[in-house]
């Protein structure tokens, strides 16, 4: 009984849910939490093998996925995505924008290219892939989508200058289109990831980092990829989040509640 209620409160079942960005750490958790929950899951990214491996995962679990190779920063690109995914799954449910690069460069030295590149991944690919999916969403009676925040969205976290002006973006970005698209049913929530280990902040995540981050997070540690799952889940439900639109949340250990 309890599961079949749990079942019903998530509502996943028969959605199709593209991650793009899929292939990478945080969003391949959240790719095996949104299958485990009963959604097709279209697995999205740069990388093939990256993604077939998830794909191949989450068949191990019991799930359903597929692979679709897409770069956020191009919208020829993100339409094929669209399209491949309406022609063989009539609609998408739920988008999840998760693209993410970094680099600690110090302010006086970020080159154009360095801020172009950092500003495409992150805030273009986003925008881009809602422009390309909401009027899908519009016309099939609604959607939601996922973007991807972090604590530097409101505050701007230091020596990461062009992503956490990249992050704003993205939240400003958010509450703009969560507004706009209430009355078409589209929801749009941003998830603010305090520190877990992936990809993107490997090369940042020096030990004199780590220190200042450990003490700066009441819960003394590093995020597990597993513990965004639930509040991804939350946010893109059609049932348990149907009231939610244009929000953040948090999931940071503490980080944006400190002070001293
Ligand atoms: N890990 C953290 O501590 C943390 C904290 C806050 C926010 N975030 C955000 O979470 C999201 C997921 O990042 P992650 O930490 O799992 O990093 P990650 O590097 O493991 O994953 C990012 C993925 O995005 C893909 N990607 C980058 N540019 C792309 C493009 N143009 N087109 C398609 N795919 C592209 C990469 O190939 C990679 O697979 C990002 O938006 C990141 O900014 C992460």
């Known amino acids: 009984m309890t599961s079949e209620y749990l079942r019903q409160q998530f509502g996943f079942d028969g959605q199709v849910c593209v991650v793009i960005g899929g292939t990478g750490v945080l969003c391949g958790a959240l790719c095996d939490g949104l299958a485990q929950a009963g959604a097709h899951v279209v697995v999205a990214g740069r990388s093939v093998e990256r993604g077939n491996e998830r794909v191949a995962a989450i068949e191990k679990l019991g799930g359903q996925a597929s692979f679709i190779p897409v770069d956020a920063t191009c919208r020829k690109s993100l339409q094929e995505l669209l399209d491949t995914v309406v022609s063989r799954h009539g609609r998408v449910h739920a988008l999840v924008n998760g693209t993410g690069v970094n680099a600690s460069t110090p302010y006086l030295e970020i080159s154009d290219e360095e801020l172009k590149?950092?500003?495409?991944?992150?805030?273009?690919?986003?925008?881009?892939?809602?422009?390309?999916?909401?009027?899908?969403?519009?016309?099939?009676?609604?959607?939601?989508?996922?973007?991807?925040?972090?604590?530097?969205?409101?505050?701007?976290?230091?020596?990461?200058?062009?992503?956490?002006?990249?992050?704003?973006?993205?939240?400003?970005l958010t509450q703009n289109l969560g507004r706009e698209f209430a009355p078409q049913n589209?929801?749009?929530?941003?998830?603010?990831?305090?520190?877990?280990?992936?990809?993107?902040?490997?090369?940042?995540?020096?030990?004199?980092?780590?220190?200042?981050?450990?003490?700066?997070?009441?819960?003394?540690?590093?995020?597990?990829?597993?513990?965004?799952?639930?509040?991804?889940?939350?946010?893109?439900?059609?049932?348990?989040?149907?009231?939610?639109?244009?929000?953040?949340?948090?999931?940071?250990?503490?980080?944006?509640?400190?002070?001293?």
Do not use: W
Request: charged share 10%; glycine share 10%.
């Open 117 to 172: 590149q950092i500003f495409d991944a992150n805030f273009l690919g986003t925008h881009f892939a809602c422009q390309t999916f909401i009027p899908h969403m519009v016309s099939s009676g609604g959607g939601a989508i996922l973007n991807f925040g972090s604590v530097t969205c409101f505050r701007p976290l230091s020596k990461v200058y062009t992503y956490a002006a990249t992050k704003a973006a993205i939240l400003s």
């Open 186 to 260: 589209v929801r749009v929530n941003c998830l603010c990831p305090g520190f877990f280990p992936a990809e993107q902040n490997r090369n940042i995540l020096s030990p004199e980092r780590v220190t200042d981050i450990m003490r700066h997070t009441p819960m003394k540690r590093f995020g597990d990829p597993a513990e965004l799952v639930g509040a991804a889940l939350l946010l893109l439900s059609p049932v348990a989040g149907s009231f939610i639109t244009g929000t953040t949340l948090y999931v940071d250990g503490g980080f944006t509640a400190m002070t001293i």
